[in-house]
């Protein structure tokens, strides 16, 4: 037998198709067999470093982009309200996440995606994130080792491709996208 | 009984997306009941009234790309390769199939993509075009009233919402894609 396979799941909350695909990762999981890595990145440091913007900076497509995310929360039964906080600067609960042991990230970073993409609750405000994730943990996030984590998980997703989010690893196979999820399973299929 | 729904199908040859979509469109035609208008449309006046720009011109994404067209033509089990002469201009091409009856643009759009997409052969070169539709077709594509159905057909598009290629239409909903056909076939059953 080989080992499972692992796909590591590059995400940012402030990524309303991150937030989709978070709620598939553990069904695709034990469908598959494979593990999963959540892996907290920070999408506005893959922009500069590509020079790409998000879609919902064309003007001519916002009303659509709009139509697709809550086609696809109803294609996946899950809840979605578009907030109207967006965007959020995500860097101080993105750096929370970085702070922490690596089995707590998939539970935080669920709560922080369900509090910023159905529960019209702004994960970048101090109280709803202390509310969220508990004071000690978010006074990790100011640690210098903690932001240099997340600097250097980004710079390693750029390196090996990325370009936006969500992305997916199995093994060096990348993946773009919450509507490549079928080609991510496939994968850790092996 | 309703009357059944009818899938538009807005494309450019130059797409490869559109390439990969207009290979599934007939199935999901016959799996629905739904009848297809194939609508060929210029994707480059789409992209200037907007303001978008094709994906392939994030540098960043090119290697990415490849790759996802080849995956998605192994998924659906279609010739790919992606051709030595892109991009390509595909106005003339394009103003042909505009020329055309309606019931004789689905063979003839299929020909002009698989000749781009799988066979290496440029359609926006004169003897490739003439060789695949035939002279009188392609003399069609210099009459003023074919340049202007394509125009037409371009800022119809653009006016119910169209940023890129492949768009489709279900009644007033709006799907871009060739990995939306999923939602385009939900909505064809009504």
Redesign the interface.
């Known amino acids: 037998m080989s080992q499972p396979n692992t796909i590591e799941f590059f995400f940012d909350i402030a990524s309303p198709y991150s937030y989709l695909a978070s709620t598939q990762v553990e069904g695709l999981s034990a469908r598959t067999g494979a593990a999963v890595r959540w892996r907290p990145f920070l999408l506005g440091g893959v922009f500069r470093a ?3 913007t998000p879609p919902v900076a ?4 916002q ?2 982009l709009l ?2 995310l809550y ?1 696809w929360a109803a ?1 996946y039964g899950v809840p979605f309200n578009f907030p109207s906080f967006f965007p959020v600067n995500s860097l101080v609960p993105m750096r929370a996440l970085a702070g922490l042991p690596e089995a707590e990230v998939p539970a935080a970073a669920a709560a922080l995606f369900r509090a910023h993409w159905a529960e019209e609750r702004d994960p970048s405000d101090a109280a709803v994130l202390t509310d969220l994730l508990g004071a000690e943990r978010v006074a990790l996030a100011s640690a210098g080792e903690v932001k240099a984590a997340l600097r250097e998980t980004t710079d390693e997703a ?1 390196r090996r ?1 990325a ?1 936006g989010a969500p992305t997916f690893f199995v093994g060096d196979e ?1 993946f ?2 919450n ?2 999820l079928h ?1 991510v399973e496939a994968a850790a299929r092996g």
């Open positions: 590509v020079g790409n064309l003007a001519a497509r009303p659509y139509k697709d086609r294609h750029v491709g370009f990348m773009f996208g509507d490549r080609f």
